[in-house]
């Protein structure tokens, strides 16, 4: 049975996030390399699809490709050095300093190449998102496309998730499917997933703003008013 106190996500469980009251969210987003989750955020946000700011841009690699990104949309993008900090603990304390100057409210994970520690958390409980190219609990950690491919699945995908202790083991928010084709190589497939990622993770972060997030034990409800989802993707077709 899942602690719903691991998380610090009573305000879920009780119905909704934080953010209904809201009509714009400020979004802290952590990164490590490419940004390209990063840009869809921004595209979405500038294009008036996603009811959220990008308040700023957190980095532990000085030339992650992701603070220029944020630096030509004239958003805050800081480095910090995880070498000149003893531990996960301070470094993610600095972070946290840097998240809660700029006015964060929800921090989104993208392509963040660390594990947050218990300072994040309890910092930003309820309240940390994260993508991951792979169908969890399938494939966490790294190289999640190359453990689909020598696993020899048909269909791969991506998920947004809540983070919590665990190597990309918290809720699962929003999925996306993709066949596996037999010709795939690691790259093809990620490129494939990433397609996938540019589209749920800016809508999963609207759900949030939007206060259509609940929780029943593990499973994250989602009010879709009156939504009836029906379908599925099959590899290959029948």
């Known amino acids: 049975m899942w602690a719903r106190s691991a998380l610090n996500l009573s305000d879920l469980s009780s119905g ?10 400020r979004v802290g987003v952590l990164v490590s390399g490419n940004g390209s989750n990063l840009q869809s955020i921004i595209d979405h946000v500038e294009a008036g699809k996603l009811a959220a700011e990008v308040a700023c841009v957190i980095s532990n690699r000085e030339q992650a490709h992701a603070l220029e990104r ?3 949309h004239s958003i805050p993008a800081l480095f910090l050095d995880y070498r000149s900090f003893p531990d996960r603990e301070a470094f993610d304390a600095a972070a946290v300093d840097a998240l809660r100057g700029h006015g964060v409210e929800l921090v989104a994970l993208a392509g963040f190449n ?5 300072v994040m958390l309890d910092a930003f409980p309820g309240a940390i998102l994260n993508i991951h190219p792979a169908l969890l609990p399938a494939f966490p950690g790294s190289h999640a496309q190359r453990q689909a491919l020598e696993h020899g699945v ?3 995908g991506c998920t ?3 983070v919590d202790d665990g190597m990309d083991t ?12 037999d010709n795939d190589t690691e790259e093809t497939l990620s490129a494939r997933i990433l397609k996938q990622e540019h589209r749920i993770y800016p809508g999963a972060i609207q759900l949030f703003v939007e206060g259509r997030i609940r929780l ?8 879709r008013d009156g939504e009836n989802v029906t379908g599925s993707l099959c590899n290959p077709p029948f």
């Open 16 to 25: 909704h996030t934080k953010a209904p009251d809201r009509r714009i969210v």
């Open 70 to 72: 944020a630096r030509r």
């Open 114 to 118: 660390r594990i947050v520690s218990r």
């Open 154 to 156: 048909r269909i791969a």
């Open 160 to 162: 947004v998730h809540f």
């Open 170 to 181: 918290g809720p699962i928010i929003a999925q996306a499917a993709v066949p596996v084709l």
């Open 216 to 223: 029943e034990g593990r499973r994250v409800l989602i009010d």
